[in-house]
């Protein structure tokens, strides 16, 4: 019996040294999987940083592609400030000098045609009133004389009158004739200056709707190689995010198919350890039992040899036996109950540091979840605010566009009440200065008949006095020739005033002519500009077309992320509800398994406890088979802490290769929210971009339209000062 509890107890010594071996395998293997754990949440970190880091240099080529687009706006409204200011000048250097022109030759043709009516008017006053005082100075003269001198005197007048009616009849329809003719040549030289201008005009609008045109296919050009680019970065960006996203699930099925291949190596070579254990076990068993047997028999045999010779000695032995058999009944129950406490605080020690094992790991998972979670949300706010700075850009690109263009407007709505206040000074001044002409001339030529008045007043007044002698003799002849003169010179001033008339009705007709052309070719440049304008509002309203158009399908695409955002956000809310699920069913299944454990370990005390009690009643009734018990006993205990040792291995490897899933899966999720937060950004900065070429068409749209109704404005206001000046 002695021998028995010693091979018990050292059976037990090893069975606690290979619980305390198994111990330790099982922390050598849980801080394998702690620091596999930590070289996950390593590379977690890793691909986090490198997720930032695309996120900076989106970031930097989002920056990148809205500077690109700001210059090349500026660049756009300063040629067209330039090209604007450029036309404007010339448009203004060429109105003022076509003003100027016209005005002068209206003034001077305007002062030529008056002083030669004045002229034409004082020579015939002249001649008539000459006519009319050598008239009357011969018939005094002839009078006085003699009757006969009187009439040849009479005649001789009669006949330079005549020939001095001629000559001016002459003069005045050569001058007629010649002013006719200067202003059907000014008629003429204005119609074809209007004709040439027209033409030009016609000419530098054809050419200004080329080049607007040309300018307006390189727009639609340029707008389809930006819309060509986004689109080639959108396929790009779903090119590289199916790649990557490829790329995680193959990641992800290695992970899962290694992870696979080791739990099934773990579990065959878990299997195979449990077999050969059973099979030692049973090998050790059945050795036991056999010797036990063997040694049972020898006993008996050698204890009825003995029986004769130890009859007497039994009494004593039998009280001797009782004792030592209530010794070592009391040592084995010791024995069996400390070994029963030792195995129980083994278990409980194995089970509290794989609770807090378990409870550590939970603890630094759930960490992990939510860093990786706070890595999501502040991926996300990064990416909100990337998305919120490229619309505040937008609207400060936007707003900058306006304010230049209501400058520009403004300084083409002063540059063109400037030139229209230059035309009217120009035009007034130029009235105030043939104004002043006309009043120089008129003065001069009231000067120079007052001259001839007193010239003519001497002559009379020297003819009269030598003629006053000769007045009574020729009074009657004289009043008959008298009444001839004057019959032929009112005959002579009818003419002349019907010849004036009749130049006057011609230069009024020829006027008239010219007015009508004027204003035909005022219609046609009218027309001509109504027309211009039109092709301007269509060629706006086209362009306004085309840029509502890629407006709308700018807001459809921002549509379209923010769906597929928000469809992204929803996976991931979906996702993190399935590991807390998860989380929350193995915290639930590692509870239960304890508490199974815990109902086990109770019931097999109960189950020891029971044992015991009949190990004691049998070790009562005989010693052998008490020991046979006890190394029983000491087998299963053997073969429960075996169990219980690979058991908690199993539920060690079963425990790290959860975690090292958890993990994988918490990787593959980083790995996932950098993915689609790199797709954000790059679709921000295609959206940008995007924004930015629009805006940069809308602008040169608009300047352009603004370039053109500039130069239809100071294409009217140059023919409607033109059209004055010629009126």
């Not at 119609?191 to 307006?216: F, M, N, S, V």
């Amino acid at each position: 019996a002695e021998r028995l509890l010693n091979a018990a107890s050292a059976q037990a010594q090893e069975a606690t040294d290979h619980a305390e071996q198994v111990r330790t395998s099982t922390v050598s293997e849980s801080d394998a999987a702690r620091r596999q754990a930590a070289e996950l949440s390593r590379t977690a970190e890793e691909r986090m940083a490198e997720a930032e880091r695309a996120l900076r240099s989106a970031r930097s080529e989002a920056d990148k592609l809205v500077a690109e687009a700001e210059e090349r706006a500026a660049k756009a409204l300063s040629s067209a400030e330039a090209a604007n200011e450029t036309r404007t000048r010339t448009a203004k250097e060429q109105v003022a000098r076509l003003v100027g022109e016209a005005t002068k030759e209206a003034e001077t043709t305007k002062a030529d045609a008056e002083q030669l009516v004045a002229d034409a008017r004082a020579e015939a006053e002249k001649i008539l009133a000459e006519a009319g005082e050598r008239a009357r100075n011969a018939t005094a003269e002839e009078t006085a004389s003699q009757l006969s001198k009187a009439a040849r005197t009479a005649e001789d007048v009669l006949n330079k009158a005549s020939e001095d009616a001629r000559r001016t009849t002459k003069a005045a329809a050569e001058e007629a004739e010649r002013i006719r003719s200067e202003a059907e040549a000014e008629a003429d030289r204005l119609r074809a200056e209007a004709h040439d201008l027209a033409e030009q005009l016609k000419g530098t609008a054809k050419d200004d709707t080329k080049e607007y045109r040309a300018k307006t296919v390189e727009l639609q050009e340029e707008a389809r190689r930006l819309r060509g680019e986004a689109e080639q970065l959108r396929a790009d960006a779903v090119e590289e995010g199916e790649s990557i996203r490829a790329e995680a699930r193959r990641e992800a099925v290695a992970q899962i198919e290694e992870a696979a291949r080791s739990a099934e190596e773990l579990l065959s070579k878990a299997k195979a350890d449990a077999d050969e254990l059973r099979k030692t076990a049973t090998t050790d068993s059945e050795k036991v039992r056999t010797e036990a047997i063997e040694r049972a028999t020898a006993l008996r045999r050698q204890a009825e040899e003995t029986l004769e010779r130890t009859r007497k000695e039994a009494e004593r032995l039998k009280a001797e036996a009782e004792e030592r058999a209530e010794s070592v009944r009391e040592d084995a129950e010791r024995a069996a109950r400390e070994l029963r406490e030792e195995a129980e605080r083994a278990a409980e020690a194995r089970r509290e540091e794989a609770a807090a094992e378990l409870t550590r790991l939970q603890t630094e998972t759930q960490d992990r979840l939510e860093s990786a979670e706070q890595a999501l949300t502040e991926a996300r706010e990064e990416a909100s605010g990337i998305r919120r700075e490229a619309g505040e850009e937008a609207d400060r690109l936007r707003s900058e566009a306006a304010e230049r263009i209501r400058t520009l407007q403004q300084q083409a709505e002063t540059e063109a009440e400037r030139l229209r206040d230059e035309a009217a000074a120009d035009a007034s001044a130029s009235r105030a200065e043939g104004e002043s002409v006309a009043v120089r001339l008129r003065s001069e030529a009231a000067a120079e008949a007052e001259r001839l008045k007193v010239e003519a007043q001497d002559t009379a007044d020297r003819v009269r006095a030598e003629a006053q002698a000769a007045a009574e003799r020729l009074a009657t002849e004289a009043s008959e020739t008298l009444a001839a003169a004057q019959e032929e010179a009112t005959r002579r001033r009818r003419e002349a005033e019907e010849l004036l008339g009749s130049a006057r009705e011609e230069a009024d007709q020829e006027r008239e002519r010219a007015r009508e052309q004027s204003e035909e070719l005022l219609a046609s440049a009218r027309k001509r500009v109504e027309e211009a304008q039109t092709e301007a509002t269509r060629l706006v309203e086209e362009a306004d077309r085309r840029a509502t158009e890629m407006v709308s399908a700018a807001e459809q695409h921002a549509q379209q992320v923010r769906e597929s955002v928000s469809g992204l956000h929803e996976q991931a809310q979906e996702e993190i509800t399935g590991l807390r699920s998860a989380a929350e069913h193995a915290a639930e299944r590692t509870r239960r398994e304890a508490e199974e454990e815990a109902d086990r370990v109770r019931t097999d005390a109960y189950a020891e406890r029971e044992r015991a009690g009949e190990d004691a009643a049998r070790l009562r009734r005989e010693a052998n088979e008490e020991a046979e018990e006890a190394k029983s006993l000491a087998e299963r205990t053997v073969a429960e802490a075996i169990t219980e040792s690979e058991r908690l291995r199993t539920e060690t490897t079963e425990y790290a290769q959860r975690v090292r899933t958890e993990a994988s899966d918490a990787l593959a999720e980083a790995d996932q929210a950098a993915s689609r937060t790199r797709a954000d950004a790059r679709e921000d900065a295609n959206r940008i971009r995007s924004d930015a070429a629009t805006q940069v068409d809308t602008l040169i749209t608009e300047a352009s339209a603004e370039a053109e109704r500039l130069q239809t404005e100071t294409a009217a206001e140059a023919e409607r000062v033109r059209a004055e000046a010629v009126a």
